[in-house]
C-alpha cells in the first residue's frame, strides 16, 4: 500500500513540477505584456491624424480633463471649432527622430541610423515624455509645431497597469494657455478697378445708402408698422419679414433690408435707420453694361461649382460682362491670420498669416466719354441693337454699346420686384449683349465679296453685267427662287453694284468665282477667329453652317455673297473685316485690354484691291443714288456701306428686317463704326441707321 502511495506521489511530482513552471511562465508572459507608453502614443498619433477627438479623450488622464473643466463633448467640440475655424485638411504627426545616449557620447553608428524617439531618460517608472512634429494643413498654409507628450502610468479599478497623457492646451497650438481661443481672421482683398483708356473708373469703390429696421423701435404695433415701411420702400412685408427672423438678429440689432437713394426718412416710419455701405459702382450705368457687367453675392450654386474652393457666403462674384469674365484678375486673393488670443481677445501670439493680395486694374481701350454718347445715339427712341467704333489703325475699340441696357448699379443694390418684372416683360430682352450676337451681315459684306473677287482675278471695277428687271435667277434649277435688288440698273458694274447695293451683281460675281475660289476669297476676313476677345465671350463668326461648308449649293452660293443665306458676323467682326480697306490692305484685329500682346497686322489683299473698294464706298455716300448719300454733309471724306438683312421663318413670308451700316474716315482714318438696329421694318432699312447715326458721327468728326 505505501509503495502504491509512493508510486502514485512520484508521478504527480512531474506533472506539478511542469505546472509550477507554466504558471511561471505565464506570469512571466503577463508581465511581458503590460501596456507600454509607446502603445499609448501610437494611438494618439493615429487617433489625432485622423481628427477623431473623441477617442483622444479617452487617452488623457482623468485629473488633467478634470483640470480642464470639460467633459467629452465639450473637449471634442473645442478641438473641432478649432480645426474648423482653421480649415484643417490634413493632420500629420510623427515622432521626432533622437539619438541615443551612446550616439549622443560619440557612437557613429546610431547616428547614421537615425534611432528613433523612445522617449527621455527618466528616473520615474511611472513617466514618460517623448516629442512629436504636428504638422496641420490650413487654408493658409502649413503650421508645424514641436510638441512634447507627458504620459504617467496609472493603475485601474481592475489593478491593470496604464498609460494616460497629462493634457494640456498646449497640446492643440504649442501657444495655447488655459482660456485661450484660437481666432480666424480674413483678410479681404479690394476688388480691381476696371478703367478706360484716360483712367477714368468704369467698374471701382463707391458707396450706397441702405435701409434697414432695428425690430426694438417699431413701435407698439410691429406689424401696422412693417407694413407701412414695406409699402414706402416697395418690397413686400415677407422679405422684411424674412429678415428680421434671420437667427443673429436681436431687438437692438440693425438689419439691412434693401438699399435707397432717400437720405431722409419720412417721420412716420418708426424703426428705420440709414446707414451708409461700400458697394461696387458702375459710373457709366447703362451705358456700359454689356462690356462691364455687375457683380453679385455669391448663391448656394456658385460654392457647389468652385472646385478650387475660394469662395465664402458672403463674398461677390462677377455675374456678366468682363465682371464675370475677368473676374480672377479682378476678384484678388484672399488672406488670412490665425493667431491665439486670451480670454480678453489680446493677442498671444500669431499662428501664421498670409497677407491678401489685392485684384489687379483693368484698363480698357474704351473711352468712357465716347461709350456714353454712342449708347445715348444707339438706345433713343427705344431702338433695339449695337454700336462698335474702332480705331481702324491700332484695333482699339473705343466704344462699344448694345441696346437696350439695364442698370448694373441696381443688380449689385437689388432689383426691387416692379424693376425685375419691367426687365423681364421687355421684349427687347435687354439682358442681350448685341455687339457679340452674331446677325447675318446683309449688304455690308457685298464690300469682301468685291474684294475676293477682285483678288481672284474674276471682278474689275469696271466690268458690267446686263441685268434687266428686279429679280434674276441662274436658270431653272433654281425653281422658284429668285435673287432680288432695289434699284433696276443696266449695265451694272462693281462700284454701281456697290454704291447702289446690287444683289444680283455680286451673286453672278460668286457663281462666276466658284463656291472654292469665294471661300478662299472671303476666309482671310477673320471667319473662325475670334480675335482673342475671350473676356467678351466672343463666338467666331461663320460663312455657312457645319454641313454646309462646302458651299455646293448655288442658292446658297449666291445668298452668302450678299450677306445673307447662313452668314453670320459679329459687329465686332464686321467692324475689323472692314480695316484692310482702309490700312492698304493689312486686316487689324480688335484690342480690347491695354497692354494685352495682339498679332501684327496682316496683310490678307492687295493695296490696290484694297484702295479700289475704298474708293468705291466712297461713292457710297458721295453720289447721289448712293445709300449712305446722307452722311455726305459731314466733314472730311467718309466711306461707307450699308446692308439690310431679311429674317424668314418660311421662303415667301416678310420677315423681320435688321439695318446695317460701317463707317469709317478716309482722310485721317482715325475711326470705324459698324452698328445695326433691328427691326427696320417700315422705317428706312439702313437709311433708319444711317438717319440715327449721323449727330454721333457730325460730333466725332469735328473732334477729329
Do not use: C
Amino acid at each position: 500500500m505505501k509503495k502504491s502511495k509512493r508510486k502514485i506521489i512520484y508521478g504527480l511530482l512531474p506533472l506539478l513540477f511542469a505546472g509550477g513552471i507554466g504558471a511561471y511562465l505565464y506570469m512571466q508572459s503577463s508581465k511581458a505584456e503590460e501596456a507600454k507608453p509607446e502603445a499609448t502614443v501610437d494611438q494618439y498619433i493615429q487617433h489625432l491624424q485622423k481628427q477623431e477627438f473623441d477617442q483622444l479623450y479617452t487617452l488623457m488622464t482623468p485629473a488633467s480633463l478634470d483640470e480642464s473643466g470639460m467633459n467629452r463633448e465639450q473637449f471634442v467640440e473645442k478641438y473641432s471649432a478649432i480645426y474648423s475655424g482653421m480649415e484643417v485638411s490634413a493632420v500629420k504627426a510623427e515622432l521626432k527622430p533622437k539619438v541615443t545616449d551612446t550616439a549622443e557620447s560619440g557612437g557613429s553608428e546610431n547616428q547614421d541610423k537615425g534611432v528613433q524617439n523612445t522617449g527621455k531618460p527618466d528616473q520615474n517608472p511611472d513617466t514618460y515624455e517623448v516629442d512629436y512634429r504636428l504638422q496641420l494643413t490650413t487654408f493658409l498654409g502649413e503650421v508645424n509645431e514641436t510638441q512634447t507628450l507627458k504620459l504617467v502610468r496609472q493603475e485601474t479599478e481592475d489593478g491593470t497597469k496604464v498609460w494616460r497623457i497629462n493634457w494640456q492646451p498646449s497640446m492643440i497650438l504649442s501657444d495655447m494657455i488655459k482660456g485661450s481661443k484660437v481666432r480666424v481672421r480674413t483678410l479681404l482683398p479690394e476688388r480691381g478697378d476696371i478703367v478706360d483708356r484716360d483712367g477714368l473708373p468704369l467698374a471701382t469703390k463707391g458707396t450706397v445708402n441702405e435701409w434697414g429696421i432695428v425690430p426694438e423701435k417699431l413701435g407698439d404695433n410691429p406689424d401696422a408698422m412693417i407694413a407701412q415701411i414695406a409699402k414706402h420702400y416697395k418690397v413686400s412685408e415677407d422679405v422684411i419679414n424674412n429678415a428680421l427672423s434671420q437667427k443673429w438678429v436681436k431687438p437692438e440689432y440693425f438689419v439691412p433690408i434693401g438699399s435707397t437713394e432717400d437720405y431722409n426718412i419720412p417721420e412716420q416710419l418708426s424703426g428705420v435707420k440709414l446707414q451708409s455701405k461700400e458697394i461696387r459702382y458702375y459710373p457709366l450705368g447703362a451705358s456700359a453694361a454689356h462690356l462691364i457687367g455687375y457683380v453679385r453675392k455669391v448663391t448656394q450654386e456658385d460654392l457647389e461649382k468652385d472646385t478650387e474652393g475660394y469662395y465664402r457666403a458672403e463674398d461677390w462674384i462677377g455675374r456678366a460682362g468682363l465682371e464675370q469674365s475677368m473676374e480672377k484678375q479682378l476678384r484678388g486673393e484672399r488672406g488670412g491670420v490665425i493667431e491665439i488670443t486670451d480670454e480678453t481677445g489680446k493677442v498671444l501670439s500669431e499662428l501664421i498669416r498670409k497677407d491678401a493680395v489685392n485684384g489687379q486694374k483693368v484698363q480698357l481701350t474704351i473711352s468712357a466719354e465716347t461709350q456714353s454718347e454712342l449708347y445715348k445715339a444707339l438706345s433713343s427712341d427705344g431702338d433695339a441693337g449695337a454700336a462698335v467704333l474702332m480705331n481702324p489703325a491700332d484695333g482699339h475699340l473705343l466704344a462699344l454699346a448694345s441696346a437696350p441696357a439695364y442698370n448694373p448699379n441696381k443688380m449689385v443694390t437689388g432689383l426691387t420686384q416692379a424693376e425685375w418684372d419691367a426687365y423681364s416683360a421687355d421684349e427687347r430682352l435687354p439682358f442681350i449683349n448685341r455687339f457679340t450676337n452674331r446677325y447675318a451681315p446683309g449688304s455690308t459684306f457685298k464690300a469682301i465679296t468685291a474684294a475676293a473677287g477682285l483678288m481672284e482675278k474674276v471682278t474689275t471695277a469696271d466690268k458690267t453685267h446686263e441685268i434687266s428687271g428686279l429679280q434674276w435667277r441662274k436658270d431653272e434649277s433654281w425653281g422658284g427662287y429668285y435673287v432680288k435688288r432695289v434699284k433696276s440698273l443696266t449695265p451694272v458694274n462693281m462700284v454701281d453694284a456697290l454704291v447702289y447695293s446690287d444683289n444680283i451683281y455680286f451673286a453672278q460675281e460668286a457663281l462666276e468665282m466658284g463656291s472654292k475660289r469665294f471661300i478662299e476669297g472671303i476666309q482671310k476676313f477673320g471667319f473662325g477667329d475670334n480675335f482673342g476677345l475671350d473676356e467678351l465671350y466672343l463666338k467666331p463668326s461663320q460663312y455657312a453652317n457645319e454641313a454646309n461648308l462646302d458651299l455646293a449649293s448655288e442658292v446658297l452660293l449666291a445668298d452668302t455673297s450678299y450677306g445673307q443665306g447662313e452668314m453670320l458676323m459679329s459687329p465686332i467682326h464686321l467692324a475689323s473685316s472692314f480695316t484692310p480697306f482702309i490700312n492698304e490692305g493689312k486686316m487689324v484685329k480688335p484690342v480690347l485690354i491695354e497692354g494685352k500682346e495682339t498679332s501684327e497686322p496682316e496683310v490678307i489683299i492687295t493695296p490696290e484691291a484694297a484702295n479700289t473698294v475704298k474708293d468705291a464706298l466712297v461713292q457710297v455716300v458721295s453720289r447721289s443714288g448712293g445709300t449712305a448719300h446722307a452722311l455726305n454733309s459731314l466733314p472730311g471724306e467718309l466711306a461707307a456701306k450699308t446692308g439690310t438683312a431679311e429674317l424668314k421663318a418660311k421662303k415667301g413670308e416678310n420677315g423681320l428686317e435688321n439695318g446695317f451700316v460701317v463707317v469709317f474716315d478716309t482722310q485721317s482714318p482715325s475711326f470705324l463704326i459698324s452698328a445695326v438696329i433691328e427691326g427696320v421694318n417700315g422705317r428706312g432699312g439702313s437709311h433708319y441707321v444711317v438717319d440715327k447715326l449721323k449727330p454721333f458721327l457730325e460730333k466725332l468728326e469735328s473732334t477729329q
